[in-house]
């Protein structure tokens, strides 16, 4: 009640009469109509004066502020009134309060600008980068095929056949921007269906052969004692995780080396687990090979024909599908990565029935 215009006024007035009564009482010839009289007109008068002045100055004023302040509030959904300054009796006290909570959202919209600022800055000098290197390589193989190298038969061949690389990698390169664009918009589709993640897994297997063969490294990869894994996600999308997850396995680790993979059914999931014993990934990377064009080592990374937004990509379909990657690594000693999916269990016991009964 005191903090309107018209209680403050109320409580002013009364002080005021209190006062004037008392004033009044202490000369001999005021008798009690006199001082009631006299505080009847001293408290109306009081009471209007004080009401006419707060509500027009003062009040009308700050309700205008006021709805100013709820006007930005509405389209800035960041900025929160302050807790408390709703019922300060105070009405500066209350503008204060709404003002300094304005203030603390505009700062932090303004981090959160000059951040992307930063990212955007960062991203394109990466991406100029990565464009560079392919375009440069195969402008330099036919320059010099232009300059004469052209009539050598050997080195005619060598030249094109590099400068068609640089051009797949060059393809490569703006394709997977397309998709983490087209993810990161959430332009992209999932298809989900029901299927088996260990023909999947077998599928990749077969197509990175030769791959793991001219590294020399051994791909190991048994369906375990269940057969079936069957889940529900987006199949063609899963394949590309697959893909990525066993290439980098294959690519980062050392001649000779192994690849296992494997796959566990729990009561409701269904694990996805890819090691490697290759050099592993310092801790201080691990977090950040998840980010778009991060390499832990640039040159043979990107010697290998790597674009470096395999794992952002990964990234994204997981996280599509409310799943995420999980890494491990040690330093000497290799990595694993791995990911879980949901078991679809009407179809794994329908199939589990079919193929008990055959
Ligand atoms: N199994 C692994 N062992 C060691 N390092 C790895 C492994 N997997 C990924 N990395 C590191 O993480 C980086 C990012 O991997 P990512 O798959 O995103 O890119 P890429 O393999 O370089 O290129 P792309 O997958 O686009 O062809 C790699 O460059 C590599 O340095
Ligand atoms: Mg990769």
């Not at 919209?109 to 375009?135: C, G, M, W, Y």
């Not at 690594?329 to 179809?347: A, D, I, Q, W």
Request: glycine share 6%.
């Amino acid at each position: 009640m005191f903090n309107t215009s018209r209680g403050i006024s109320m409580l002013l007035a009364m002080a005021i009469t209190l006062l004037v009564i008392a004033f009044l009482s202490l000369m001999e010839d005021s008798t009690p109509t006199v001082l009631i009289v006299a505080g009847a007109v001293c408290l109306s008068a009081a009471y209007l004066l004080i009401y006419i002045t707060l509500e027009f100055l003062i009040f009308k004023e700050v309700g205008n502020i006021y709805r100013v302040l709820d006007k930005i509030q509405k389209k800035n959904p960041g900025y929160i009134t302050p807790k408390g300054s709703k019922n300060s009796i105070s009405p500066l006290r209350k503008i204060q309060g709404s003002i300094n909570s304005y203030a603390a959202a505009k700062n932090r919209e303004i981090e959160v600008l000059q951040q992307n600022d930063a990212f955007r800055r960062e991203f394109i000098a990466d991406i100029s980068h990565e464009l560079k290197t392919p375009i440069f390589a195969a402008q330099g193989y036919i320059h010099t095929l232009l300059d004469g190298a052209v009539e050598d038969l050997n080195v005619r061949d060598k030249f094109l056949n590099r400068a068609a690389k640089s051009m797949n990698n060059l393809e490569k390169l703006v394709l997977d921007l397309i998709t983490l664009n087209q993810m990161e918009s959430g332009v992209v589709k999932f298809n989900f269906t029901p299927f088996d993640m260990a023909e999947v897994v077998q599928e990749v297997v077969d197509q990175l052969e030769d791959k793991a063969n001219r590294r020399n490294v051994t791909v190991k990869f048994k369906p375990g004692s269940e057969g079936r894994f069957i889940t529900f996600a987006d199949k063609e999308k899963i394949f590309r995780v697959i893909q990525n997850l066993i290439s980098n396995a294959i690519k980062y680790n050392k001649e000779d080396g192994e690849v296992t993979i494997n796959l566990k059914a729990t009561k409701n999931n269904i694990t996805f687990k890819v090691k490697d014993d290759g050099k592993g990934i310092p801790p201080e990377d691990l977090k950040r090979i998840f980010e778009r064009f991060y390499r832990v080592e640039k040159s043979r990374s990107r010697e290998q024909g790597g674009t470096g937004l395999g794992l952002a990509i990964v990234k994204h379909i997981l996280e599509g599908h409310k799943s995420k990657i999980s890494v491990s690594s040690t330093l000497g000693k290799g990595s694993v990565f791995s990911f879980e999916l949901p078991l679809h269990k009407e179809t794994q016991e329908k199939l589990v029935t079919m193929f008990s009964f055959f």
